[in-house]
Each structure stands twice: as C-alpha cells, then as structure tokens.
C-alpha cells in the first residue's frame, strides 16, 4: 500500500540505454518504491533486476553530500563549502590556463548524462574553459557503430526504428550483444524470433539462439565478410534493392570474395555449416534484423568490423525496408543524446562536426560568442586521458558521470595520469574509484533527484523527472557548470541551470543539424518524441523508409576486409582475454556495487575458463586467479564454464581495485572510432593463494 502522502512520478530507470519506463513513489519517510511503467512500450510492464533495485543508489550509505578539497599536494582531503571549493577551482583553473593555455585544462563527460547537462558541458568546455580538450566515455561504448552506421547511412541513430518493430521479425542476428544480460526486457520483443547470436562465449543471449557461431575473439570481421560471401554466392542478394538504394557494391565485393566459407572457418573456428545455416536462416525470413553491439565495436577494428555487418544487411536489402533493418544496441542510459549534443571531441550540437564552419556559425549565434574563438577538435577520450600530466598535455582535469579508473583500458596507466595532474576535479554522487583520486570533489544530483531529457537507443527522447529532493549539500550538475562558469569571467544568463531553459537552447543549437531537436517541448514529453523532429510535434520514429541521409538519399557499402587483433596469443601469454558485462551490474559499477541485492549474486570479479584450461593452469573452480597480460594482472574467482571455448577467458569489468579487468585490456585504438580494443588481449593464468 503507498505510504499516505506518497507522490507517484513516471520517470525512466537510470541505466542502460533502453530507458525503462518506470514509475517512482516518494514517500515524505524518504522511502522510494519503483514499479515498471506499464504504458511505455520499450519495456511494456517489465525491468530487470537493476532496475527493480535502483531506489538503492539514493540512500548509499556513502553518498557524497558536502564538497571536499585537497588544501596542497600530498594532503588529506577536507570538507569545505560550496563557495570554498568552487573559488577555489576557479583560481586554480586560471592559474593553470594563464600559465599553459586554454588547453592546459581538460574535461570529461558520460554517456549516463542528460542531454541539458551534455549540451552544457560541451559549451562550458568551448566556452567558458576555451579547451578543445574535451571528450567522453561513449568513446569506449559505442563511437565504432556511430561512425560505421554514418558512413553508411549518412546519420548514426542506434535503432532506426522502434524496438517493438521486432517483435515482428521472424529471424535477428545478433552479433557482440549479451541482451539476456544487458537488457533482459528487451528479449520480449526477440521471443517471436529465430535468433542467431555471434559471440565467442555461449552467453545467456546464445542460450536462446536459434544457432550460436562462436568465432575466435578479434576475428568477427572475417564472419562478417564469410556471411556476405556465403550469402551472395548462394544468390540472396536483393539486385533491385541494390540499384535503388545503394551506392559502392562492386568494391565491397571484391573484399568479400577472398573470404569463402573454408577459409573463414580457419580464422574464425566457425564451421562452414553453421555460417551457411546463419545465411539460409536469415535469408529465408520475410522480416529480418542484424543488430550489432559492444562485441562488434571494441576492437582495434571495430569500425570496419560494424561496417561488415551493415554491408551484409544492405546486401540482403534490410534497412530502411519496412519489418526489417540494421541497428545498433546502444549501451549506456543517454549513450545516444550523449554523443549528440557536443561533449564529444569533434562534434557540436545537434551532431554537426565542429570542423564545418556553417555549423561552428550557428551554435556561435546561439551560444553569443564569435565562431573564431571556438577551438578545433581536440583527442579522442583514451588519448586525452593519457596525455594528461604529460609534457605539453593538461594538467587540470574536470570529470563528470564518468568513472575512467575502472572503466578505461590500461586502467593502471590512466589511474597513474590522472594522479599526475596539478588539478582533478570529480563531479559524482557516488565516492567512485575516480573520485578517490581528486583533489576537489563536487556532490551532486542523481536521476530521481533531478528533471532533464535522455535520449534513449532508438532516438526517443524521454523525460526525466525529479520524484524527490537531493539530500541536503547536494546540487545538480547545471548548477555546478553555471558557478563555475561565472568564476572563469562568463556571465551567469549564458549557463543556465534550469533544465527547460537549457533544453530550450538545445533546441535552436540542434536546429537544422542531423540530430535536430528542434521540434520537441520539453513540456510535451508525455508523448516521447523521436529526432529527427524540425517542425513543433513532429517524431520520426522510422528512418531511411524513402530515403538514406546522404545527400543522394543511397546508402554507402563500405568496403573492408579482416585484420588480425592487436595482440594475438602466444608462448608467454596463450589465451584470449575478453570482457563483458553481467546482469546484475553496470558500467563500472560505481553505482550497483552499492545495491546489496545486486552484490549478493555478482559483488566479486570473476573469470569463466573451461575447466580444461583450468586444468592446464592448476586452477581450481571457486579459486583464486591473476589474469595477467603485458598491462599488468587482474585478481579474479575461477568459474569453470563447459561451453567457453579452450583459448578464451572471460572477465566482467564491473569491479574495482585489484579486481579491475580493465588492467589488462589493450588501449589500441581503431583509426577511426578511436575505440580502444577492450574485447581482445593475450594473456596467461596464474593460481593464486586466498589472501
Ligand atoms: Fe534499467 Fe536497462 Fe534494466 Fe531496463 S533493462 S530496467 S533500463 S538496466
């Protein structure tokens, strides 16, 4: 029964990027109970366990309520006020700037921000800071699709169509995405299906597939190219689809051609059977998908890896056809508004490239400031991080919603950059394993406490609303960035901190771009509205049905073929180390470590290894382990797993300290996405004593 008193608010689940329609009752105790939203049709009714348990997050026993600074180098962190610690930012940050340059000071957003504090982070970061040193964690989440699903298509929106359009298809493969896993509701809309699932590991995703190819970690690329092969030479490819849609086939071909079935199956271990089963599956459905997710896109190739999948589905003729498609499953909560709005290295809002001068123009006019004094596009979000505390690289660094001690790869070395800068400035609500390295620490809002707009990974842009107060000491991010701002010399009108007033300004920035907000009131959200949306009402929840976004309105194939892994396995380190993510955790998990119901089941970092592997390594199962690659080592419980293959190992990148996966993953970039390789590295087991 609600508590008397109680106020029922429809919000969205504050994690991944399926953005759960959920409804939050507050109590005046301060108690805070979630119920799925039964009318949003995302979830239709349902969550998963994170969602069920995310109220946990609010009352952390440690939640971050008054700002702390480090008075000098080398000293214990103290409470201050709010004045105290933004003054002293301030100065500090103008010490800095004036010594080095503008780009002497950095900034680091998330994927998991509202789109008004994404939007504002960019501006403060060109604006108010005046750095092109600016960037965020969607650069390891999903930057391959984006510039993959670009290129082809002439615009990046992860789903073109709504997710219940699946529920129509009678085959999806699924290639690199754990959505048992990650996105649990989102396979109600897959039970109609035959799925084929790509991953190297018999996930909790292939346990449903109607055929499971488990190639080698690093060799999808090879797959994809072998599935297209096999699929022209056993005549399924659409000719008229072609002709009228598409632009770049014969080029394509030409790569596709080397990779015939045989072959594949040397490189990718998968059987010439199984690829030409995958083929006649999906060549046989009416209404077919290919949607692709992190397993595709974090390799040092992940780009022309997603671009081999997308080549297949426009020779199949799916996207942009009604009942049929390619998409991306975007990961994080605002993984899509995220990387629209221009806290991304080389983008403005509205998803124009800062490079182009008629964009810089119109977001100058917008934001009242002269486009010459925009800075260019700065490194992308691994490259910044290891710049930082270097000859010539920043030396103060501000980060918000983003937890790269555990979250980036070779997390050790970019531990140690971060610990090397004059300044480290954490925005969180959470004591992450980021924050614990800061110099100043700024408390604020999370997602019940605060009203905004996420934009979710079919393009819908959703409300967010605020159900209760932050605790006291608390404030929003908006906020934070405005009194930073005034202290750096802007005027306080130019960094609102309401979120309507800046969404409003999002608006006119996005106008005209191919993220075009433009049309959407934040007042009418009820109704989620999907970009692009020029005219006021206006939603375009199905792209490409008459034309792709190029300028000719054909889609590109884009020619690619297979390259090894950075690092392959050898003497000295002879398995494949792969990571991924579970159920019952998120991200880096500075959030869900905290929810005791997520921890009793997942609360300790693990590795699956087949017991013959284990075997080989004098491991026991429930044992101690070093996973260990040319980075470091990572300290890890066995779990024996019968289905994993031989050379494989497993880690989940959830948790912290010792435990972090990420201390042996590779930071090879793709050339493109600039994504680092976290899916495949070499490494060897080593047993460990119990401490
Ligand atoms: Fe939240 Fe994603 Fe789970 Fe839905 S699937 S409840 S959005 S974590």
Redesign the pocket.
């Known amino acids: 029964m609600p508590e008397r008193g109680a106020v029922m608010v429809r919000t969205?689940?504050?994690?991944?990027?399926?953005?759960?329609g959920t409804r939050l009752e507050a109590s005046p105790s301060g108690g805070v109970t979630v119920l799925p939203d039964e009318e949003f049709p995302v979830?239709a009714g349902r969550?998963?366990v994170?969602?069920?348990t995310?109220p946990g997050v609010l009352t952390a026993a440690d939640r971050l309520t008054a700002p702390l600074i480090r008075p000098r180098p080398g000293a214990a962190r103290q409470p201050a006020s709010w004045a105290a610690a933004l003054d002293h930012v301030g100065r500090e940050l103008r010490k800095i700037t004036a010594a080095s340059g503008p780009d002497a000071v950095a900034v680091f957003g998330g994927g998991g921000l509202t789109n008004e504090k994404a939007y504002t982070l960019g501006k403060f970061a060109r604006v108010a800071l005046g750095t092109s040193q600016v960037d965020y964690n969607g650069r390891f989440c999903m930057s391959s699709a984006a510039a993959a699903g670009s290129a082809a298509f002439g615009v990046d929106r992860g789903l073109p169509f709504p997710v219940t359009d699946l529920a129509q298809a009678e085959v999806v493969l699924l290639a690199g995405a754990n959505v048992a896993e990650t996105?649990?509701?989102?396979m109600r809309h897959l039970e109609g299906a035959d799925l084929i699932v790509v991953d190297p590991r018999r996930s909790a995703t292939a346990e449903h597939a109607a055929l499971h190819l488990s190639p080698a970690p690093g060799t999808d690329l090879a797959l994809a190219l072998g599935l297209l092969h096999t699929a022209v030479a056993d005549g399924h490819l659409d000719r008229e689809y072609l002709d009228r849609r598409t632009h770049g086939f014969d080029e394509t071909w030409r790569c596709a051609a080397e990779w015939w079935p045989e072959r594949v199956e040397r490189v990718t271990g998968v059987p010439v059977a199984d690829q030409r089963a995958a083929v006649r599956l999906l060549a046989s459905a009416r209404r077919r998908y290919l949607l692709t997710g992190r397993g595709a896109e974090q390799h040092s190739k992940g780009t022309d890896t997603v671009s081999a999948y997308i080549n297949l589905a426009l020779a199949l003729g799916l996207p942009g056809r009604a009942g049929s498609g390619y998409g991306c499953l975007t990961g994080q909560?605002n993984g899509q508004g995220g990387r629209e709005h221009g806290q991304k290295a080389d983008q403005l809002p509205g998803y124009r490239k800062i490079t182009d001068p008629a964009a810089r123009a119109h977001v100058a006019r917008v934001w009242g400031v002269d486009p010459d004094a925009l800075p260019g596009p700065g490194p992308s979000g691994y490259e910044l991080l290891d710049s930082l505390g270097r000859p010539g690289g920043p030396r103060a660094l501000l980060v918000f919603g983003s937890n790269p001690v555990v979250s980036a790869p070779a997390a050790r070395r970019i531990a140690d950059r971060l610990a090397s800068l004059d300044l480290l400035v954490v925005a969180d609500f959470v004591p992450s394993e980021t924050v614990e390295l800061a110099d100043v620490v700024l408390p604020v809002t999370q997602w019940a406490e605060e009203d905004g707009t996420m934009t979710n990974l079919e393009g819908r842009v959703l409300r967010r609303r605020r159900a209760l107060d932050p605790p006291p000491g608390v404030r929003s991010d908006l906020w934070v960035l405005r009194e930073l701002a005034v202290r750096l010399g802007q005027p306080p009108e130019r960094f609102p901190d309401d979120p309507r007033t800046v969404f409003a300004e999002l608006r006119r920035a996005s106008a005209g771009g191919p993220a075009d907000y433009s049309g959407i009131d934040f007042d009418a959200l009820d109704t989620p509205a999907h970009w692009p949306s020029r005219a006021e009402g206006e939603s375009t929840p199905r792209l490409f049905l008459d034309r792709f976004a190029h300028d000719d309105g054909r889609a590109r194939f884009r020619p690619v073929t297979h390259r090894d892994a950075a690092e392959l396995p050898d003497a000295d380190y002879p398995l494949y180390a792969t990571t991924g993510r579970v159920l019952a955790q998120?991200q880096s998990g500075a959030q869900t470590r905290r929810v005791p119901e997520l921890t009793a089941g997942a609360g300790e970092a693990f590795v699956e290894v087949h017991p013959d592997t284990a075997g080989r390594f004098g491991l026991a199962d429930g044992g101690l382990a070093r996973v260990v690659s040319r980075r470091g080592g990572t300290v890890a419980r066995v779990r024996t797993v019968a289905s994993l293959r031989t050379d494989t190992v497993f880690l989940p990148f959830h948790f912290p300290d010792a435990g972090r996966a990420n201390l042996i993953t590779n930071p090879a970039l793709d050339p493109v996405s600039r994504m680092p390789e976290f899916k495949v590295c070499a490494a060897r087991l080593e047993p460990l004593e119990e401490p």
Do not use: F, S, T, V
């Open positions: 969205h689940c504050p994690y991944c990027a399926l953005q759960c979830n969550l998963c994170k969602g069920w995310a996105m649990p509701p989102l909560g998120y």
